[in-house]
């Protein structure tokens, strides 16, 4: 479906929620196309690039309107290598401390990296004579309606002003040097590196500057940290904690969990992810459950905004569990359990990765 490989992991049809495998999310710093994790609300719209508007509109000089011709032309293209993360990511591990009804649970692949082209946001809201301040808020709109918010309504979200203006973000029409597919927000989607995927609107067709966070429901009520004793079904916007730049992630992506390997020398490969202005500084993995570490290997950094992957050769040797556990620039540790993490909606789990196998 949606020109993704085999062995894809589907969680639902329609709206279309799906990662890769393990093994497969593992081939590559820059994720195939054919790989990338998909999250939608709704239904994939389909807007021909002829046809797709672009309308600025709110605290600007004056409302501007933008064919694609008119974007791609106007400004100067830039391209950014950065993973797109979803605040679900590894929600299956929180699910297995307490079920999250109504959530899908995904495992460690929603998080991908593509390199991205496209024109810097902060050029486009110059042109509209966007007005400036920290303290605002630029809301992106598309044209795809969930029925999944309450009420129903199109995807929307925002991101501070500061962030908005910062060079990384995109409006972009290509992924990995091809023209962006539908079902990742063709002909155009935002890219806000370092912040989680939601932030990303794909299919955009809207930018209003204004003086508050968007009160679309996946900003205002959706993509909220409630605490424990919190029922979702009641909670109304604003309520819980927003989420804006990813927490600090690794996760193992070879051998998978359950594996059977031959005992002997082993590579153990993952991938680690720091948001916003972090990096990944080290990433640490445990055969003995934490007792002892040794440091992996970490790829160079391809680019600020995106994860690096890392390796170790281990030596195993009967049932194993192995643990990574991930360190950023700023001396932060990801939290060890799940536990202490749990929330109602299952978002932002990034205690340490642990894939159990047997070595014979
Ligand atoms: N218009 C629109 N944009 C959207 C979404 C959506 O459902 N509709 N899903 C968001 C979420 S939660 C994520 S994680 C990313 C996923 O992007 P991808 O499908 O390209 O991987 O898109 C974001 N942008
Ligand atoms: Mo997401």
């Known amino acids: 479906m949606w020109g ?16 890769p495998s393990r093994s497969a999310l593992a081939e590559g710093a820059i994720t195939a196309i054919d790989t990338f994790y998909s999250r939608n609300h709704g239904p994939v719209p ?9 309308v600025v509109t709110g605290l600007v000089g004056q409302d501007l309107t933008l064919t694609f011709d008119e974007l791609t032309s106007r400004f100067i293209p830039r391209s950014v290598v950065a993973t797109l993360q979803c605040a679900g990511n590894r929600r299956a591990g929180l699910a297995e401390v307490r079920e999250i009804p109504g959530e899908d649970p ?8 593509a390199e991205w082209r ?7 809201l110059d042109a509209a004579g966007a007005h400036t301040g920290d303290d605002l808020h630029v809301a ?19 991101i501070p002003a500061a962030k ?23 002909p155009v989607r935002v890219v806000v590196p370092g912040y989680i995927g939601a932030r990303s609107v794909k299919w955009v067709t809207g930018i209003t500057v204004q003086p508050r966070p968007s009160d679309n429901y996946f900003q205002a009520t959706a993509y909220r940290i409630l605490p424990p004793d919190a029922d979702p079904d009641t909670a109304g916007p604003g309520d819980g904690i927003s989420l804006s730049s990813v927490a600090l992630n690794c996760d193992i992506l070879e051998p998978d969990d359950g594996a059977t390997v031959s005992a002997g020398p082993l590579t153990v490969r993952g991938y680690a992810f720091a948001g916003d202005d972090r990096g990944v500084a080290r990433v640490d993995v445990s055969l003995d459950g934490g007792r002892t570490w040794c440091q992996a290997d970490l790829e160079p950094e391809q680019s600020p905004w995106s994860w690096r992957l890392w390796s170790l050769c281990a030596t195993v040797a009967g049932p194993v569990t192995i643990t990574a556990r991930a360190w950023d620039t ?31």
Not at 46 to 54: A, Q
Request: charge should be negative; include cysteine.
């Open 164 to 186: 908005a203006r910062s060079d990384e973000v995109l409006l972009a029409w290509e992924m990995n040097s091809a023209p962006l597919p539908r079902v990742h927000g063709g």
């Open 330 to 360: 700023t001396g932060a540790m990801q939290p060890e359990s799940a536990a202490a993490l749990w929330n109602p909606k299952g978002y932002a789990n990034n205690s340490w990765a642990r894939v159990h196998l047997h070595a014979n």
């Open 46 to 54: 389909d807007i021909e690039r002829r046809e797709w508007r672009l």
């Open 106 to 113: 995904w495992g460690p692949c929603a998080t991908s990296t």
């Open 4 to 19: 993704k490989r085999d062995g894809f992991v589907v969680h639902d049809r329609a709206p279309f929620n799906a990662e």
């Open 118 to 124: 496209g024109v810097r946001l902060c050029d486009v």
């Open 140 to 158: 992106f709109t598309a044209p795809d309606v969930s029925s999944l918010a309450d009420p129903p309504q199109p995807y929307g979200s925002s």
